[in-house]
């Protein structure tokens, strides 16, 4: 089945640190790509997208993300992470580019001093 | 205001009731979405609406109707719900054509979190 896999349910890292995000997708073909963070409480904003084109693509907040073709992955970078960061960042997939959004599952960042 | 609003913020309802969640973006977007989020479980699409038509309902029960007046408005009627209807309910709309890629960038209220008692 066509799915959107965020293996990391919980991740926890030290301000200033590095951070890796992974995301995976399962469609034959190159989809949309996403980032999206959630904050609590509150609804999702998005960080970043890939259509096509450079493969590393720079979002809102320091963030980027790199598309993988040959491992079907979409993984969110930070060189170095905020308190502010924490949240709950989720991996979308758009099929076809004109087509209701696929959510991962979500991984809860939290940031440790 | 900007961007997609949602009302009401916070619902506490029984399960007899009959109320109403409200979306409207003011974005020019012609396509507007519903997604249930429940703890543990990822965002699950109910209802997509395109140019004012219903084009995708995920087997919602009936219990939940959704109402699309205008492409700046999205209603979602609710009756007769169920304790694990509980959630957090996020509008989005976006902007979608009638052919071609063009990358389906979502943009999302801030929910209503829906409690039932």
């Known amino acids: 089945a066509q799915s959107v896999t965020q293996p990391d349910i919980h991740i926890t890292v030290s301000e200033g640190a590095s951070l890796e995000l992974r995301c995976n997708y399962s469609y034959g073909a190159t989809p949309y790509l996403f980032w999206y963070v959630q904050s609590p409480g509150q609804g999702l904003q998005l960080l970043l997208k890939?259509?096509?084109?450079?493969?590393l693509v720079q979002g809102i907040k320091g963030f980027e993300a790199e598309f993988k073709r040959s491992q079907s992955s979409f993984n969110l970078r930070k060189p170095s992470v905020h308190w502010s960061d924490a949240a709950e960042y989720f991996c979308a997939v758009d099929l076809w580019g004109n087509t209701p959004l696929v959510f991962g599952k979500g991984t809860r960042l939290s940031v440790i001093a | 205001e900007t961007g997609v609003t949602q009302t009401p913020r916070h619902l506490v309802m029984g399960m007899t009731n009959k109320k109403s969640l409200k979306c409207e973006q003011h974005l020019g977007h012609n396509a507007m979405y519903w997604y249930k989020q429940s703890a543990k479980k990822p965002l699950e699409l109910m209802f997509v609406y395109s140019l004012e038509e219903r084009v995708e309902n995920n087997s919602v029960p009936s219990r939940f109707s959704p109402e699309c007046p205008n492409s700046s408005h999205l209603f979602l009627h609710l009756h007769t719900l169920q304790p694990e209807d509980s959630a957090l309910y996020l509008c989005?709309?976006?902007?979608?054509?009638?052919?071609?890629?063009?990358?389906?960038?979502?943009?999302f209220g801030p929910g209503t979190r829906l409690t039932v008692l």
């Open positions: 890939y259509f096509s084109g450079d493969t």
């Open positions: 989005a709309s976006s902007h979608q054509t009638s052919g071609g890629r063009v990358g389906n960038e979502q943009f």
